[in-house]
């Protein structure tokens, strides 16, 4: 599939998916929406990657969904619409692949939601989050999913009700993003945190994050029970021995993701 509203790029084991309509702060239509999906799957489906990074071109992360694609829709074409302007998240979620959100400027409605399902976050001091949709007579209902899971109730509906904006390090106050960066260290951070992720065994990132996801939502004794499962599964591949072996003998480990 040839892109017109994303770029995808590959450093080594890293993946990097650019939203790329920067001259309207990188807003969801039917193309970019259609094209981040299908880049998501290909880099979750590429052996060769270990790390994705989500970006934003030009001035901004992204300012959500265009509202010029609003008016004119049957029932039916409304949701088959918004189903796939939220698609991403459970594409994120289901993904084995690690996912780094690294953002700048403005991260609201969708660009939000792309921050709270995203598995790590960084972002630029003097960033802007919001569930800013309210503020026209909609909801963020799809960020609602991963916001909620992301930073609780009160504060998810805080946000969501509101429609106000936080600025970066009231985001990472809250949970909702990892680390706080200078506008010029943007990028050198995320790939140090990239590389950070990529030195470590990519089974047990992925056997991991899947088990996670799997786990987060269930009960106390169902979660230990599918974890433990899990981990006991995990222990049976190479690269769980390969790491205990090189630790104990002091060398770097040969990961052969298997």
């Known amino acids: 599939m040839s892109y017109e509203a994303i770029i995808i ?3 080594e084991h890293i993946g990097v998916i650019t939203l790329n309509r920067p001259e309207s702060l990188n807003t969801f239509d039917v193309c970019l929406a259609t094209e981040f999906n ?9 052996e060769e990657i270990r790390v994705v990074i989500l970006k ?7 300012a959500g969904i265009d509202l010029s694609g609003l008016e004119g829709k049957s029932p039916l074409e409304y949701y088959n619409w918004v189903q796939l302007m939220d698609k991403w998240g459970l594409t994120i979620s289901k993904m084995k692949t690690p996912v780094i959100a690294s953002v700048h400027n403005i991260a609201v409605a969708n660009g939000i939601g792309i ?7 960084i972002a630029a001091e003097g960033t802007k989050f919001g569930a800013t949709a309210v503020n026209v007579g909609l909801f963020c209902m799809g960020p609602a999913v991963t916001l ?24 990472e106050r809250i949970g909702l993003i990892n680390k706080v960066v200078a506008p010029e260290k943007l990028e050198e951070e995320t790939l140090a945190l990239a590389q950070k992720l990529v030195a470590k065994s990519p089974l047990a990132l992925q056997m991991g994050k899947q088990s996670f996801y799997k786990m987060a939502d269930l009960e106390l004794e169902k979660a230990f029970e599918l ?22 003998a002091k060398r770097p480990p040969n990961w052969l993701n298997k």
């Open 38 to 46: 299908d880049a998501l799957n290909k880099l979750d489906e590429d």
């Open 148 to 171: 909620s899971r992301c930073i609780g109730r009160k504060k998810a509906l805080e946000l969501l009700m509101t429609g106000d904006l936080i600025d970066a390090r009231e985001a």
């Open 9 to 11: 790029e590959k450093q």
């Open 56 to 62: 934003g071109a030009g001035k901004g992360f992204c």
């Open 115 to 121: 921050v709270a399902s995203a598995d790590l976050a």
């Open 227 to 248: 974890t433990k499962n899990h981990f006991a599964m995990l222990c049976t591949t190479h690269d769980a021995h390969e790491g205990v072996n090189a630790f104990l």
